[in-house]
């Protein structure tokens, strides 16, 4: 079975510009989760979908938008780039969340640097 | 506030050297708890899940235990292989039937040959 998939690898970025990310879940996993990764914050949530409904968001500002599509595959934004968005932005996905597994798959990351 | 803080921060051990990483967790009713490994520049990886106190997983060389405040990630006779940031995660009754995981700041352990 595939593993979770994120494209781009690797983005640079210009501050004040918007980026759009994508993943892909493991096939049959209807939930995809957002992280954000930096050395001073570790992992942060950002939000989560289950068939293309938000269910959950993290503490972060309105800059940050995700959604999801019929076939389960995810893609988080960010507009007006700040320097502080630069992290590894990892997706996750996981079954049936509401059946009571909880366990998340992580994808290999995104890497954003804003300059 | 759910929280999760794991210590040590960083660990340093000889090959053969075992040792263990602490998860100190609040939360509001445990759903579930998890260990994952990191390798620099990757996503972490899943480990295990222990979801109730007195539960206790292995694979390989790891072994992992949960009480009501605390999980233990024991680490038997350690290889260079196993260097890597460990990271533990908790599921509450506070994210309801959500993906939310609300993670510690992992501990970085390096074995030595």
């Known amino acids: 079975k595939a593993g979770v998939t994120q494209t781009p690898r690797y983005l640079i970025k210009t501050r004040g510009q918007q980026v759009t990310l994508s993943c892909s879940p493991i096939s049959g996993h209807r939930s995809v989760s957002w992280y954000q990764q930096t050395p001073g914050q570790g992992l942060q949530f950002l939000f989560e979908y289950f068939s293309e409904t938000q269910r959950n968001k993290g503490n972060f500002p309105g800059r940050f938008s995700g959604r999801q599509f019929s076939n389960s595959r995810s893609e988080m934004n960010v507009s007006t780039l700040e320097l502080g968005d630069s992290a590894l932005y990892l997706c996750?996905?996981?079954?049936?969340?509401?059946?009571?597994?909880?366990?998340?798959?992580f994808g290999p990351g995104t890497r954003l640097t804003v300059t | 506030e759910d929280q999760v803080t794991q210590s040590p921060e960083a660990l340093r051990l000889q090959e053969g050297e075992s040792s263990s990483l602490n998860c100190s967790y609040t939360v509001s009713g445990l759903r579930g708890l998890f260990w994952y490994r990191q390798d620099p520049g990757k996503g972490p990886e899943f480990l295990f899940t222990l979801y109730s106190a007195g539960e206790e997983k292995e694979k390989e060389r790891l072994k992992a235990t949960l009480t009501k405040k605390e999980s233990f990630l024991h680490i038997t006779a350690p290889k260079p292989e196993d260097s890597a940031t460990y990271l533990c995660?908790?599921?509450?009754?506070?994210?309801?039937?959500?993906?939310?995981?609300?993670f510690g700041q992992g501990t970085t352990l390096q074995v030595k040959p």
């Open positions: 996750a996905s996981s079954a049936s969340p509401g059946q009571g597994s909880y366990e998340q798959y």
């Open positions: 995660a908790v599921h509450s009754h506070g994210s309801s039937n959500t993906g939310k995981l609300i």
